[in-house]
């Protein structure tokens, strides 16, 4: 069922995520299209790109845990390969503390931010900064289909 779940959460999270990135670049060609031939702009174009790669960031961090994609560094794994079968289960624990960390300090900020506005767009920041706990969210879901994999014999390579 965790795996279900992890791959439509995961479906969903990719097309959010080719959104935002069509909307970004249409955003920032249009902004540089307008200031380079009508000397003109869009005044919140700017924050919106930033707000959406935010969310990029965050969305697809957790959806490149669903898939092992994360960039890794592998010189101990490379020097010690009897251990190899140790650094997967140390990376799910210390994977999994910090996604903690990211949904506890995600809603106390939430707590923070929820009456301020944007400068320029004037929505609430709490739009914007709900993205980090959703991520730690996404990333212990897909972890924990990850873990079941594993314990069904099915992947895990480090």
Do not use: C
Request: proline fraction near 2%; avoid cysteine; aromatic fraction near 14%.
């Amino acid at each position: 069922m965790i795996r279900k779940l992890s791959y439509w959460l995961d479906v969903t999270s990719r097309v959010f995520i080719v959104f935002f990135l069509i909307l970004m670049t249409l955003v920032l060609a249009t902004q540089v299209v307008l200031r380079y031939f009508f000397h003109m702009g869009i005044i919140w174009s700017d924050e919106l790109a930033r707000f959406l790669m935010i969310a990029l960031v965050y969305i697809g961090a957790a959806s490149a845990i669903r898939d092992n994609s994360h960039i890794k560094v592998s010189v101990f794994e490379d020097e010690f390969p009897g251990l190899r079968k140790w650094f997967a289960p140390i990376q799910w624990v210390m994977i999994f503390i910090y996604s903690v960390f990211l949904i506890k300090f995600g809603f106390d900020t939430l707590k923070v931010v929820g009456t301020q506005n944007s400068s320029n767009m004037e929505i609430s920041m709490a739009w914007i900064y709900v993205v980090i706990p959703l991520s730690g969210i996404l990333t212990i879901v897909h972890l924990l289909a990850r873990v079941g994999k594993k314990n069904e014999g099915q992947e895990e390579t480090v």
